[in-house]
């Protein structure tokens, strides 16, 4: 048996493998696109997305008049398929190309097509019982078929990304409350500011997140205009004018997504206005991501000669020349995941910048930028919390002693002594290297009794 068939299109003959359900548009894709080394079979939930958009266009067709009841039977199987992950391995197709997504776009219509034909009885590249460009795109282009994809997959995966995101969260308050009792120094320009709790540090950690949630799920929402029957170029050439409202109708049905159809589908083809506000909250996200990542570092830093307020738990070894050196190789990591997703966030917008006239050819560096963040930072995510944060122990007498010999605890005597003589306690006490507590008793300044109420930690914090 050959191990290749012969399939044609505008630019030839070309040889695709004998028993792959993708065809010649494909085949010329695996070809010319060596780039990313990310495939869309890498991302199982893109590879579902067109599925569906596929299987909601095939029943529109149907309900229109325009596919029989035999076809859309077969088309429908593949599609199920498809959704329930069978055969993804034949989506070998980069997710960085050329064409707008036309590669994309053709690899869905081929393997569909193939699968439909085998389930009829027929041999694989048979297209003229069911064609990818005549049957699967019937009514469709990739201009409109593509973007609703992109903007179905990250709808999916912006769930699952949330889903570990409150997962993180519960893990900072649930620290929260552990360190709630654990008195510190608060710190600003990295300079001793005025008492805390550590569980009050950890608490912002959650709360400054729990924002994100709110915010990835506005702009997600953003993506449920989609442009489907607006065709080439969203003058909705070769589809009933119907097809649209029907489509979206069908996409929402199957999904239990609210999709609606574009109210101006020319304007809507080419504006890529919702990847590049999305593409914003993944990196306002890693911003806050790394800043917490930088916290845990210093707070952690030492143990001996740093601030040594909390331990990580050690992951692995540090150095292959200091004995004993353990680095927070876990924040480490999440850093470069955020830095990487705030270069994407940089990539989106000169993509979307990039737009001309009736179409967005950049549209696959978009999609590719914004898939390629939301799987990162969902693996820190989860490597964060489980490796990192479940982990975290405080040291309570290192923390207590700083708060007893800080100058900053000076700023609780401003109401009862005034700024003036504080300063001057202050600039003595660093002066002289003694405490602020001797010296506003050698000053006569308080009595004992109160002082030791007003410099209590605990009353210092009102808890």
Do not use: W
């Amino acid at each position: 048996m050959s191990k290749f068939r012969t399939e044609s299109d505008l630019l030839g003959d070309l040889q695709v493998p004998f028993d792959a359900y993708y065809g010649v548009q494909t085949q010329r894709a695996i070809d010319n696109f060596h780039i990313s080394g990310s495939k869309m079979s890498d991302f199982p939930e893109f590879v579902r997305a067109i599925a569906y958009v596929k299987l909601a266009a095939a029943q529109t067709n149907h309900e229109l008049g325009l596919l029989s009841d035999s076809l859309l039977n077969v088309i429908s199987q593949a599609c199920n398929e498809l959704i329930e992950g069978k055969m993804h391995d034949q989506f070998p197709v980069d997710m960085i190309q050329g064409g707008a997504g036309t590669s994309v776009n053709m690899n869905a219509n081929e393997v569909i097509a193939n699968r439909a034909l085998q389930i009829m009885g027929h041999a694989l590249g048979d297209y003229q019982h069911c064609s990818p460009n005549d049957h699967i795109n019937l009514s469709q282009s990739t201009n409109d078929a593509y973007p609703t994809t992109i903007k179905l997959a990250i709808i999916r995966m912006n769930q699952t990304l949330i889903e570990h995101l409150r997962l993180l969260i519960a893990s900072f308050r649930k620290k929260g409350v552990e360190f709630a009792d654990v008195i510190k120094m608060g710190r600003t320009q990295l300079q001793d500011a005025v008492p805390m709790t550590l569980g009050q540090e950890f608490e912002a950690f959650a709360a400054t997140l729990e924002e994100e949630i709110t915010r990835l799920q506005y702009n997600a929402n953003l993506f449920l205009e989609i442009n489907m029957g607006g065709t080439a170029i969203g003058t909705g050439i070769n589809a009933p004018k119907e097809f649209p409202a029907v489509c979206a109708k069908k996409l929402a049905d199957l999904t239990g997504e609210a999709f609606v159809a574009a109210s101006n589908l020319v304007e809507a083809t080419p504006d890529t206005g919702s990847y590049v506000i999305y593409s914003s909250a993944l990196k306002r996200m890693a911003v806050k991501l790394s800043k917490i990542c930088n916290d845990l570092r210093l707070l952690s830093s030492g143990p001996r000669a740093g601030l040594n307020e909390i331990n990580l738990p050690p992951m692995q070894p540090g150095s292959s020349i200091m004995p004993g050196k353990v680095n927070p190789v876990i924040p480490e990591v999440v850093n470069q995941v955020c830095y990487k997703i705030i270069g994407n966030d940089l990539t989106v917008t000169f993509a979307a910048e990039a737009g001309q006239l009736q179409l967005n050819v950049m549209e696959p560096v978009i999609c590719q930028s914004i898939i390629e963040s939301i799987v990162f930072v969902q693996r820190a995510i989860e490597t964060l919390r489980t490796k990192c944060i479940d982990g975290i122990t405080a040291n309570r007498e290192v923390c207590l002693n700083m708060v007893k010999n800080s100058i900053g605890i000076v700023t609780a005597l401003n109401p009862h002594i005034g700024y003036k003589n504080s300063t001057k306690i202050a600039k003595e006490a660093l002066e002289t290297g003694k405490s602020v507590y001797d010296l506003v008793l050698e000053k006569g300044l308080l009595s004992q009794e109160q002082l030791d109420t007003i410099l209590d930690p605990k009353n210092m914090l009102g808890i």
